[in-house]
């Protein structure tokens, strides 16, 4: 090629749009004009929603569905904020530390059913306007993501190796620069698959928050949610065929254009690359690198990291030591400790001037039998998905074929299921105290897995050879590598698994199919009886009795877990 044609190509290249340009131009602009559209039916009377019926129509799904989708999006975008700050001031500050993590046990054992007076909060934000109902919906959603991915982080800012924190600080990293260029890199590996799994989780109660009522205030917004509730309803078969073909699609989409990118993406952030390793490959992420609307878009907010490293070159100077510092831990501790016993004082008061103490004692026996169905669930759960997912941990091409199919699995909701237990308990006059409690988890035993192939993956290559060479094998090998290295995985994913099987129960021990109503004695069945009776009182009660008990079982084993798992098993 002659020296004179070089310019005019390199121009044409520069100021022609590729396709990967149109690709991104097309995708982005239609996102926007959809945006838009929804943004206008916010506006729309409050009236003119609760008036239109749900179609069980095939062809009413995909605007159903495009809607859920975006809630849900819109759910996981909160959830990442409030994981970012969350979760860092828990890890950052052992002040806030004492309050900010037993309040997240105590709101990861809250059922979605807890948070529905919310409904009545956000639609006094916007009187006679959709908008209420909406924010009402995401929120919802929001409960049943953010706890877990809020958990996976603050783990591994607790767990960030001594050698990288000592490079941080070599480099004179400030907050800013650590933050961006330590602490997300870190945890990125982990924290992706516990968005895949709160992306799941946020279908699995999508039935709860699109289509609720709380005593004279009903909810329903169009969405897969709602169209579930209904063909349950109706006992429509073919309707729930439809819907499980829709939420496959938008779970496959969700799967191309969201995390497929972040699990390629994330291949980046392990500690050590293997030669052999093939990088996960992802036309999104192909199109967000050669796109140079994506890539302008990245420039800026690499931008905005590097104004935080200019702004923290220069050695800091550190504050002065306090010498009563002790003095304030106490003072704080102590406020603490008041404001919460004046909180269990008052609710306390409340509970004996409405409930007698015998319901209260009836309601500790029902989550004493909820405690059971969670605790032997759960151990039935690790025995199985353990191995498979250190097997598929370590095999990179494995998880990535695989992940769709475990997403699909984690977001199926139990009331799918409902016409098949249902019918077979009727049919076979079986306990609905025993064949009911499977249902609590299967949404919640996906949050062990994740967090064994996470944990899987980030094995480095070092310890996988020792073993080989030293010909470490069978239980040996599970005892001194496997388990090790996936344990302080293992507790993250237990700790949620846990908390979510709670949530669960609101569910599963409550099943509808038609004419067929199924009650298993248990604390969720309680909650969701209540909720549904409009009685603030008793579900009040139930969420009282199921936070304490959630707690306590954190405090006296996954605690203790936890901070073995931070000591021993620390990867330094």
């Known amino acids: 090629m002659s020296t004179e044609r070089l310019p005019i190509s390199v121009l044409r290249r520069r100021l022609l749009p590729g396709r990967w340009d149109l690709v991104a131009f097309v995708l982005v602009f239609g996102t926007l004009a959809y945006l838009a559209h929804t943004a206008v039916g916010l506006t729309h009377p409050l009236s003119r929603l609760t008036a239109a019926r749900i179609s069980l129509s095939p062809w009413a799904l995909p605007g159903y569905a495009a809607q859920t989708a975006l809630r849900m999006l819109v759910a996981m975008l909160a959830s990442l904020v409030f994981t ?50 909406e924010l009402a919906a995401v929120f919802l959603v929001f409960t049943s993501q953010a706890w877990n991915m809020a958990f996976s982080f603050y783990h ?27 602490e997300v890199p870190f945890a990125m590996p982990a924290l992706i698959w516990n968005m895949m799994m709160s992306m799941s989780g946020g279908w699995f109660f999508v039935v709860a928050a699109e289509a609720i009522s709380v005593g004279n205030t009903t909810v329903t917004l169009p969405g897969i949610g709602s169209y579930i509730a209904r063909a349950i309803a109706a006992r429509d078969l073919g309707a729930i065929g439809w819907a499980i073909a829709a939420m496959t699609l938008v779970i496959l ?23 052999r390793l093939t990088p996960t490959r992802s036309w999104a992420l192909t199109l967000m690198r050669r796109s140079r ?21 220069l050695p800091r100077r550190r504050p002065p030591a306090r010498a009563r510092s002790q003095w304030a831990d106490a003072l ?37 039998l909820t405690l059971l169905r969670v605790l032997v669930l759960i151990a039935l759960a690790s025995v199985i998905w353990v191995p498979i997912g250190v097997y598929i941990g370590l095999r990179p091409r494995l998880a990535a074929a695989l992940e769709p199919v475990a997403q699909f699995l984690a977001a199926f909701p139990a009331n799918l299921l409902f016409p098949v237990v249902v019918s077979a308990i009727v049919a076979y006059k079986l306990d609905p105290n025993i064949w009911l409690s499977p249902l609590m988890i299967l949404g919640t035993q996906w949050y062990i897995l994740f967090n064994v192939i996470a944990g899987a993956s980030s094995l480095s290559s070092e310890l996988r050879e020792v073993g080989s060479n030293f010909r470490v094998r069978g239980w040996l090998w599970w005892r001194r590598i496997a388990l090790p290295a996936i344990f302080p995985f293992y507790v993250t994913g237990a700790i949620t698994a ?31 009886q209540a909720t ?9 009660l139930g969420i009282v009795v199921m936070s304490a008990i959630v707690v306590s079982l954190n405090r006296l084993l996954w605690r203790p877990l936890y901070a073995r798992a931070e000591r021993k098993y620390r990867m330094n």
Do not use: C
Not at 345 to 359: C, D, E, F
């Open 332 to 368: 704080w501790y102590g406020a603490v400790a008041l404001l919460t016993g004046y909180g269990i004082w008052r609710t306390g008061q409340y509970l004996l001037a409405h409930i007698s103490l015998l319901q209260m004692l009836h309601v500790l026996g029902l989550g004493g």
């Open 532 to 540: 549904a009776a409009g009685s603030f009182a008793h579900m009040l």
């Open 293 to 313: 609307l994506f890539t302008r878009g990245a420039d800026g907010f690499a931008g905005l990291v590097r104004l935080g490293f200019n702004r923290q070159l």
């Open 156 to 182: 591994s800012l607790r767990s960030i190796p001594a050698e990288l924190d000592e490079t941080a600080r070599a480099f004179h990293l400030g907050p800013w620069m650590r933050f961006w260029r330590l």
């Open 498 to 528: 846990a908390g979510g099987s709670w949530n669960a129960s609101i569910v599963a021990e409550v099943a509808n199919w038609g004419r067929h109503h199924l009650v298993a004695a248990g604390l969720g069945a309680y909650i969701a």
């Open 84 to 133: 970012f700050t969350y979760a860092t001031l828990a890890a950052k500050s052992r002040r806030a530390e004492a309050v900010l993590i037993p309040l997240l046990d105590i709101l990861q054992s809250v059922p979605i059913l807890g948070f529905s007076f919310t409904i009545v909060f956000f639609l006094s934000l916007t009187p006679g306007r959709a908008a209420g109902a």
């Open 253 to 275: 989409i969700y799967d191309q254009v969201i995390f497929r990118p972040l699990i390629a993406s994330a291949d980046w952030f392990r500690l050590e690359q293997e030669a």
